[in-house]
């Protein structure tokens, strides 16, 4: 029953992620495509905006399919948690935490999700069990989580400052 439980977690969580992924990157479903979010990511001041653009929009979306598929789980959820931790901090955290007012609480389920799929494993009805891919514990985790951080860390402190508004004399 476990492994059934992380393929119905991991196939949901990764073609929701996917889904999220195709919209920035095809414009599928509403979407803004890469035009429009290259733009989104430039006024987030996220330097240099059109590759992190595309290592975000693919992290979702290839992310996610990995994750489905359960293949290369620790790095896929490494992906997905890196745009989720961006997301977080550049434009859902201000708003509070419910997703009714445009919080984070929704990324933080994603986020919590592929953790622990990261550190359970893919379970038995993935693609890591099928091709016999065992990654080296907790290695690739540790490995995985370092790349995380750093990545993170360089995406914050290349954006731009932030600009201040000009004040008008008063007048009196």
Request: charged letters at 10%.
């Amino acid at each position: 029953m476990t492994a059934f439980g992380l393929l119905i977690l991991r196939v949901v969580v990764g073609l929701i992620l996917a889904g999220h992924g195709a919209q920035k990157l095809f414009g599928w479903w509403g979407g803004p495509g890469m035009t429009r979010w290259t733009q989104v990511v430039h006024s987030l001041r996220i330097r240099p905006a059109d590759p992190w653009a595309w290592v975000a929009a693919l992290a979702e979306f290839g992310g996610g399919i990995f994750l489905a598929l359960g293949l290369l789980t620790p790095v896929a959820a490494a992906a997905i948690a890196g745009s989720m931790i961006i997301a977080i901090l550049t434009v859902h955290l201000p708003k509070g935490f419910w997703n009714t007012k445009g919080g984070y609480e929704f990324n933080l389920a994603l986020l919590a999700a592929v953790a622990a799929l990261a550190l359970t494993g893919p379970g038995a009805y993935s693609l890591d069990t099928a091709l016999r891919i065992h990654l080296p514990e907790p290695q690739t985790v540790i490995a995985a989580a370092i790349a995380l951080v750093v990545g993170v860390t360089v995406t914050l402190v290349t954006r731009s400052p932030q600009q201040v508004a000009e004040r008008k004399p008063q007048t009196t």
